[in-house]
């Protein structure tokens, strides 16, 4: 039988990459987006479903949960590639954009934890796995401070996930390195050439490699990795 997959921010390029594969490997794929449903809707298959949430509205998304509760507590494996992010200078960032961050980028994870984690003990079975970034190594960049303080917090790991391990429940963080993707285009202050120098293997990552890395850890594959941050950077 399928295994059911629910993967925030599925509409990024990398979220979009991953919805791909787990369809082709058999899995059910409820994809999230917020606007861009472009490249998700071009994708055809029945094992897909599409649903549009703005998360940084935090009490919405808290009600949806709650009056879905039955379905979403089904899901075999979680993951977030949630990537809301507003560039801001860091003298002029005002609380509300810490708290926008904060909302879509971790505490709808959190939410949707809540919900799948008894029913994955009692199946025996589960995988979930957060998305950070390589940025919150090094204090994030000059202007996505709020995005990378977000993103750190996935890679915090609550002490009561060690009483689910024991019943065949992955949950790891993700630390993602530089892969080409339209998010970087949004800081025009990048320069990515001189970037990728600083990467030790002297390239970004694709879309399919970090999609194949994403399978195997909420796959039947990993029977060993749990409460970890796994950095899939080329050596930074």
Not at 20 to 31: E, G, H, I, P, Q
Not at 215 to 224: D, G, R, V
Request: charge should be positive.
């Amino acid at each position: 039988m399928s295994k059911k997959i629910l993967i925030l921010g599925a509409s990024s390029d990398i979220g979009v990459e991953t919805a791909k594969y787990f369809l082709k490997k058999n899995w059910f794929v409820t994809a999230h987006f917020n606007k861009n449903k472009n490249k998700l809707s071009q994708i055809k298959s029945k094992k897909l479903k599409l649903i549009k949430f703005d998360l940084v509205k935090i009490k919405s998304f808290e009600k949806f949960i709650k009056k879905n509760s039955n379905e979403i507590s089904n899901f075999d494996a979680f993951i977030s590639l949630t990537g809301y992010m507003k560039l801001k200078k860091f003298h002029k960032i005002l609380p509300d954009d810490l708290f926008n961050h904060i909302n879509a980028n971790y505490i709808s994870n959190l939410l949707i934890i809540q919900k799948v984690l008894d029913k994955m003990k009692k199946k025996n079975w589960g995988r979930i796995l957060l998305a950070s970034s390589i940025g919150t190594k090094f204090g994030g960049g000059i202007l996505t401070m709020p995005y990378s303080l977000s993103k750190y917090l996935n890679q915090f790991f609550p002490a009561i996930y060690k009483n689910y391990y024991k019943h065949n429940i992955m949950i790891n963080s993700l630390q993602i390195g530089v892969t080409d993707t339209r998010l970087h285009s949004k800081d025009k202050s990048k320069n990515m050439k001189k970037r990728i120098k600083l990467i030790p293997i002297n390239k970004m990552a694709s879309t399919n490699e970090v999609a194949e890395y994403i399978y195997f850890l909420c796959s039947e594959k990993n029977t060993l990795i749990t409460n970890q941050n796994i950095n899939i950077s080329g050596g930074e």
